[in-house]
């Protein structure tokens, strides 16, 4: 008997800030899983600002997302049957099929998740890529040290509140970035020293001035723009911005000026490096032994906002660029 | 017997580009050297763009030169009079006491120069502190690789033009950008194998993405603005950009917009990293070595171009910016 599976298609390509009539509800029908394959349902699956840079057409390190076609992304679900050697049916799974409910794919498509005791939507925040992300970007590429000043922007997101914690299991100061008071809070809640209510700060330099008076050695961007400038201000010599996202300007239609103090990475010495975590794949395992240990142990705590059912996909998309969720932003499917 | 020594003093503090009421020319009496002092007649001075960056009062680096004080500079002079062990009249000596004729120093603010029998002024230009920016910048920050492509911003300057020529041994393909002909026209001499004239150009970005077709690895940036923005734009993943200095931007009364295209220093995993050369004054042994092998063996050719007598070191600085030298900029002073 066919499987129904709903699944949400990029209908046009967002101008400026997404809007519903860029997505498409349809629905599917999948038949049996061919040689080889497993069908996969999916349990819970992630929405990311990356997935905006995704509904461009142009060439970038992962290609674009077709029009009519569904989206993709992280999830996490339960095979349902499989016909490949090695799954059998209520083996847990991460894919990058997630933004449907459903899907057949040749087995060497999916990987056998290991929850670790944990829930198993962790393996799409804080044990997940954006977990990773902050933990690659802190420690690989920041190479934060101990003791360090760290400033972070969209402390509260999902990336952020990770790099909130390591930070201060590292021993270091953490100034970081958010907009609201239910934010602020949830920084305060995880460990963060001083917080910035972007939203509320008119001058956000003087603002990272006053937190950090004695400057900061690593920044982790999530944002761009201002945050960005604000930083370069605010790193001592030899401070290093790890680049990791700049949510800020996903939107933008037409390209907008960069800091105007750039010329201080001379003087200072400073290094700004761009990254992706899916370089960093083969260290995989690394992080999540540890990170498992940290959540395990109570170190490190995560939150999420959770939306529900596939038709909410796209609302919870939106959500990350009006900066509506605390923590990582998820879709709970079944 | 007293002697007279002429010197360029900071008469009032530039707004914008320099002009010859920034500058005053003065005469002192230097008496006899005291207990542990030298008496220098410097023959060379150096005039360096970063010493724009000295004529603003603000927190840098380096202190501000001071209002009515002498400036300074690299210079290599000869003892005249020693009063201190290990020196004696007829030594060669580098120093930070350019832009006058000659000074009175203790002996520990001067260096013993061993030319290596090179012409004692290329320890201003290539074989000192400009060549030795070239190859840290070059082979410690951009940490060169054999056959990749480099672009270097003012590559026929004093900085530039040594990138140019280490790239090449270095098996590199090379684009490098000068303004006018005849710069050009010395950039296809030391070996640049893709010329781009800035001033010619409406589309620099354009221009560069000619030039290199495939991309660049590392940006040498000696100029900022557009030139770093066309970079930014041609790097290839995980390229470099080591930024030297950005002097198209170093008269700018306000505040200019940073690269419209900064973004994408994590889409293709860019480092952007400044340096400031006497970070590395350990490894200037190991320099001098190597590039006094270079120009002996005709690897690494110089040119310098000259203005003479301390009341010509004004106008040579402000040249700097008019783009009006090719090489090293030197004033001969005796």
């Not at 390190?61 to 993709?72: I, R």
């Not at 999902?158 to 958010?178: D, E, F, R, Y």
């Not at 038709?311 to 932003?329: D, V, Y």
Request: charged letters at 20%; glycine letters at 12%.
């Amino acid at each position: 008997m066919p499987v129904r599976s709903r699944e949400i298609r990029l209908k046009s390509r967002p101008k400026g800030t997404p809007t519903p009539e860029n997505f498409e509800l349809a629905e599917t029908e999948l038949g049996e899983p061919g040689a080889g394959e497993v069908q996969v349902r999916n349990l819970w699956m992630s929405v990311d600002p990356y997935m905006r840079g995704r509904m461009i057409d142009r060439p970038s390190y992962v290609p674009p997302f077709q029009l009519g076609e569904p989206l993709q992304g992280g999830a996490v679900g339960v095979v349902e049957k499989s016909n490949a050697e090695n799954f059998a049916p209520g083996d847990l799974v991460q894919s990058m099929l997630g933004w449907r409910e459903a899907f057949n794919l040749p087995a060497k498509g999916v990987q056998k998740l290991d929850p670790h005791g944990l829930p198993p939507e962790l393996f799409l925040g804080v044990a997940g890529m954006p977990g990773m992300t902050a933990w690659v970007g802190l420690l690989k590429v920041g190479k934060l040290m101990e003791g360090e000043t760290v400033f972070v922007s969209a402390g509260a997101g999902a990336v952020g509140s990770v790099v909130v914690q390591i930070a201060k299991l590292w021993g270091c100061t953490v100034v970081a970035s958010a907009g609201g008071a239910d934010k602020l809070a949830y920084l305060r809640e995880i460990g963060a020293d001083q917080v910035i209510d972007y939203r509320a700060e008119a001058d956000l330099a003087a603002a990272l001035a006053r937190a950090a008076p004695k400057g900061v050695d690593l920044y982790f961007d999530n944002v761009g723009g201002d945050h960005l400038q604000a930083a370069l201000g605010a790193l001592r010599p030899f401070g290093r911005a790890a680049i990791c996202g700049m949510i800020s300007q996903y939107n933008d239609a037409a390209p907008v000026p960069g800091p105007t103090n750039l010329a201080l990475v001379i003087g200072k010495r400073l290094r700004v490096e761009g990254f992706i975590v899916s370089d960093h794949v083969g260290d995989t395992p690394a992080f999540v032994q540890q990170m498992a240990g940290w959540i395990s142990s109570g170190e490190v705590k995560w939150r999420a906002t959770v939306d529900h059912g596939i038709e909410a996909a796209p609302n919870a998309f939106m959500k990350l660029f009006s900066g509506e969720n605390i923590g990582k932003m998820l879709v709970k499917l079944s």
